[in-house]
């Protein structure tokens, strides 16, 4: 099996984490970041995220087949370039294509350089036709090159943070948006030893196929918060509903936990550029506003149980718990703590917050709040308590309860049962 060689620019959740598993596989890796500290970090074998079985992965093959650079150096020799940079929101709601311009532009300078045929692949979410209306002609004018000398592709990922290498590594299916033959099997032969079905598709269908995936799954969420909603309000409990419901086939049980709602790098900003996108192609996306209005509103509805329970919040002492958008990262992007904390200062709450890892990174958006070692700590005299993220050792809270002045706890992930317990949306 011919080793290919594969430069991968952007080092974070996706970029990383592809990067080390093409490594585990049957690539020579090359994981460029513009962040000298992750690079440094990737290097010494030293995840700079935590994602189970990455650090194992560091630790087999860097210094065999991956390493990790600043530099575009390693761009003329690579069979394949991975495009993984972050396409955050923009200002007007749409996907900010700033990092990606600029990964592109600088890879394309590098391949000037080099004798032979290359694929450019992004793996970075981005709006259908980005790859063939842009990145397509800034590599091409960078590098100066004929279009038959490079190939272009698309290759959306569907990994989920905490559970990332695993993900990669089991997909359900693979997305090969591709500009060309060539390019398909360049990109195809990358995944060889993934037996898993491979879906060929146009660049433009795999970006909107990530587009789609992303809202949809959405979309689940906040269908079932709304259901969680109505069911509170019916008195019943929308977890009996909703898992009956989930075993009809056609439905499926997967993303159905009314709660708090979604947070991540991903769900918010992807479906808010599908909203933008919508919207500019003259289409008015009904559904999606609605799913991103479900979402905004769920924190609020936690902070309103608690003061109708707590009364006036203001000089009141309440424990967060949870603080990652979901359990097993350490990941605070569009976390749904963030809301419920702002609005706990807002109404002049002492916050104090508990979680396993992402409390160092929520001090950063925080500086002014209590950061507690355990959950016990946290909760030791509070007047209440918002549980925010779905940690596996918040269920077995029982006793750390009683340190309270006041038993009150509201539950946005279903985590805890006893008295004084009342869930968003149960
Ligand atoms: P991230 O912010 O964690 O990582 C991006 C990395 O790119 C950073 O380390 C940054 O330093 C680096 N970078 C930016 N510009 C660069 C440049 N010009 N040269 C070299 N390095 C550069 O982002 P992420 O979460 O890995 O997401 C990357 C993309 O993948 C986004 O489009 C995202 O929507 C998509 N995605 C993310 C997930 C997820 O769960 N995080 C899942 C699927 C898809």
């Excluded at 990145?135 to 905490?162: D, H, T, Y």
């Amino acid at each position: 099996m011919h080793i290919m060689r594969v430069s991968v620019i952007g080092g974070g959740y996706v970029g990383l984490v592809t990067g080390a598993c093409f490594a585990s596989r049957n690539a020579e890796v090359t994981i460029i970041d513009c962040d000298p500290k992750k690079v440094a970090a990737i290097n010494r074998k030293e995840p700079p995220i935590y994602e189970e079985g990455l650090l194992e992965i560091l630790n087999d093959c860097v210094g065999v087949t991956l390493s990790a650079s600043h530099s575009y150096d390693s761009i003329p020799d690579a069979d394949l370039i991975y495009i993984c940079v972050g396409t955050p929101e923009g200002a007007d709601g749409s996907a900010d294509l700033s990092y990606i311009r600029q990964a592109v532009t600088d890879a394309g300078r590098r391949m000037q350089e080099s004798r032979k045929y290359q694929v450019l692949v992004v793996k970075s979410t981005v709006p259908p036709g980005t790859v063939q209306n842009i990145v397509k002609p800034a590599v091409l004018a960078a590098s100066g090159k004929r279009e038959e000398e490079i190939g272009f592709g698309m290759n959306p990922e569907f990994l989920r943070e905490g559970r990332a290498v695993h993900d990669f590594l089991n997909p359900d299916r693979i997305v090969l948006g591709a500009d060309g033959d060539d390019a398909y099997s360049r990109m195809a032969s990358l995944y060889e030893s993934f037996d898993v079905m491979k879906i060929r598709t146009s660049p433009a269908a795999a970006e909107m196929i990530k587009y789609t995936a992303n809202a949809f799954l959405a979309t689940k969420i906040s269908f079932s918060n709304e259901i969680g909603n109505i069911c509170k309000q019916l008195g019943l409990d929308v977890y009996e509903v909703m898992s009956a419901v989930g075993h009809d086939s056609r439905i499926g049980p997967l993303f159905l936990n009314a709660g708090a709602g979604f947070g991540g790098s991903c769900f918010p900003k992807d479906v808010m550029a599908l909203v933008h996108l919508a919207t500019a192609a003259g289409v008015d996306p009904i559904i999606l506003k609605a799913v991103l209005a479900v979402n905004e509103n769920q924190p609020g509805r936690m902070i309103r149980l608690l003061q109708e329970r707590c009364g006036d919040l203001a000089g009141k002492r309440i424990a967060v718990l949870g603080l990652a958008f979901k359990d097993n990262t350490d990941d605070i992007r569009e976390s749904r703590a963030i809301p419920a904390i702002q609005l706990l200062k807002d109404a002049g709450a002492y916050v104090t917050a508990y979680d396993p890892m992402a409390a160092t990174a929520m001090s950063e958006v925080f500086p002014d709040i209590e950061y507690c070692r355990t959950a016990a700590a946290a909760l030791s005299h509070a007047d209440g308590a918002l549980i925010m993220t779905e940690w596996p050792e918040f269920c077995t809270l029982s006793e750390e309860f009683s340190l309270m002045r006041r038993q009150i706890i509201i539950d946005g992930r279903h985590m805890v049962t006893g008295p004084g317990v009342e869930g968003v949306c149960w």
